[in-house]
């Protein structure tokens, strides 16, 4: 079963940082984009960053230079470094696969961060 | 990069359809072929419904179509059905690898 399971989410004072790991099974992970999303409970959907099969990354503007993605292909786990945190960044983060070029096929059940003192 | 503009709610009894409007720009929408959209149930993750603007992955009903004109994309839910209702996404590249969502709309069978 093509499967992603995010953890690492939790309570978090402003200016802290916190690691996002996702792992996936079911399918070549090294062969995917793959991308973070959040969305703060209630809202709608924010595209966060995207990590390509060759390693290269792109990121929204409000998480650039804060944010870091990353990914292992031996442990077929993706991860997101989240530095320097705001109140704003309060959201469930869902990692998706890329699939069907430029489309998010396979979804996470997502984990909540929130940012709060 | 803005959000895609969609109107945030829509209705239909069963059996009758409705259409979902998802405004961009020539930077995004206008610009490239890869809308996607994405049904939302309370509490679950998204799910694709359709991609490259009117796609179906495998196992999404063919009531579910897209469209696209413009700087203006479109999803069209056919012989609704109660377990449609839900709120739906729409997302669109936007060079550069970036990419961005809609403003969602909650679709609502009455």
């Known amino acids: 079963e093509v499967q992603l399971v995010e953890s690492g989410g939790g309570l978090v004072q402003p200016g802290g940082s916190l690691r996002l790991s996702c792992a996936a099974s079911?399918?070549?992970?090294?062969?995917?984009?793959m991308h973070w999303v959040r969305q703060v409970p209630g809202k709608g959907l924010v595209w966060v960053s995207c990590?390509?099969?060759?390693?290269?990354?792109t990121y929204a503007d409000s998480v650039k230079g804060r944010f870091t993605i990353s990914r292992d292909n031996a442990k077929n786990t993706l991860y997101l470094q989240m530095n320097s945190l705001r109140a704003e960044d309060t959201a469930v983060y869902y990692c998706?696969?890329?699939?069907?070029?430029?489309?998010?096929?396979?979804w996470g059940q997502g984990t909540l961060v929130t940012v709060s003192s | 990069q803005s959000a895609l503009t969609q109107p945030p709610s829509a209705s239909g009894s069963p059996g009758q359809s409705v259409t979902i409007s998802c405004t961009g720009t020539?930077?995004?929408?206008?610009?490239?072929?890869?809308v996607s959209w994405y049904q939302q149930h309370p509490g679950k993750a998204p799910k694709l419904m359709i991609y490259?603007?009117?796609k179906r992955p495998s196992g999404v009903p063919d009531r579910f179509s897209g469209s696209k004109s413009g700087n203006t994309a479109s999803l069209t839910v056919s012989g609704l059905q109660a377990e449609d209702e839900a709120d739906y996404y729409c997302?669109?590249?936007?060079?550069?690898?970036?990419?961005?969502f809609g403003t969602g709309t909650k679709v609502t069978v009455l």
């Open positions: 997302s669109s590249y936007a060079a550069s690898n970036n990419y961005v």
């Open positions: 490259e603007v009117s």
């Open positions: 998706a696969r890329g699939g069907y070029i430029s489309a998010f096929d396979i």
């Open positions: 020539s930077s995004d929408v206008g610009d490239y072929n890869y």
């Open positions: 990590i390509k099969v060759d390693g290269s990354t």
């Open positions: 079911g399918f070549t992970f090294s062969t995917y984009w």
